[in-house]
């Protein structure tokens, strides 16, 4: 397959980006051009996503057979991408947030259970909803918290650094909470996974390291 990848060069896209190109996917990366590609003739495209007109400049005329939206935050990030690739693609991944659900004690979480309303993922739920009947063949992804290697995100490093530093660490609550993570090349694994598979479409999953 010829993909699509928004973003690619940070965390989660590097490793996908591995991954897909390994097997044999012809990988064109979309971001601002502000770090190399994470494999050598991986070709990327500059632009600015939040600049819609800029968008479909670089994008309306180039032919993909997936997409996948790793950094789309609000639906205002990923509707203009979906509505250019309506009808083109045969595969649309999204990358949402486990982060969606609304607080409960029946843990753990599974993919329909009710979503928070004041969540700061807020956005990603309104993207699901619009892909739910944008005609698009999409899949939405919801990890957990994610850790490894070039994590952008202090997690694993602020334990860490207490440990290092031979300091305590905090437990929230009574300490018998359990919080699941995720690591990165696992995730990106998944996401391989549910491409071209037609029995994922229209479906969402949650994804996690184990318990």
Same mark, same amino acid.
């Given at each position: 397959m010829r993909i699509l990848m928004m973003g690619?060069?940070?965390?989660?896209?590097?490793?996908?980006? #591995?991954i897909l190109a390994a097997q044999g996917h012809e990988v064109v990366l979309f971001n601002r051009g502000n770090k190399p590609a994470p494999?050598?003739?991986? #070709?990327?495209?500059? /632009?600015? &996503?939040?600049?819609?007109e800029q968008l479909k400049e670089k994008l309306s005329t180039v032919e993909f057979d997936a997409v996948f939206d790793?950094? /789309? &935050?609000?639906?205002s990030d990923t509707k203009p991408l979906a509505e250019i690739f309506k009808g083109r693609v045969?595969?649309?991944?999204?990358?949402s947030s486990a982060g969606v659900y609304l607080k409960s004690d029946q843990m753990p979480h599974i993919e329909g259970d009710a979503t928070d309303p004041k969540s700061r993922?807020?956005?990603k739920c309104e993207t699901e909803t619009y892909l739910a009947t944008s005609g698009l063949p999409w899949t939405s992804i919801r990890p957990t918290y994610i850790y490894g290697p070039?994590?952008?995100?202090?997690?694993?490093?602020?334990?860490?650094? &207490?440990?290092? &530093?031979?300091?305590?660490i905090p437990i929230p609550g009574n /300490?018998?909470?359990?919080?699941?993570?995720?690591?990165?090349?696992?995730?990106? #694994?998944?996401m391989a996974a549910v491409l071209g598979n037609e029995r994922t479409r229209g479906q969402i999953y949650n994804v996690s390291g184990d318990r």
């Open positions: 690619g060069t940070r965390f989660i896209g590097v490793y996908l980006t #591995k494999v050598s003739g991986v #070709k990327q495209i500059q /632009g600015d &996503r939040t600049n819609v790793n950094n /789309g &935050r609000e639906l045969q595969h649309f991944v999204y990358m993922h807020l956005g070039q994590n952008y995100n202090d997690l694993e490093a602020w334990f860490f650094d &207490r440990i290092a &530093r031979d300091r305590p /300490g018998m909470h359990f919080t699941q993570l995720g690591h990165c090349q696992d995730l990106a #694994k998944a």
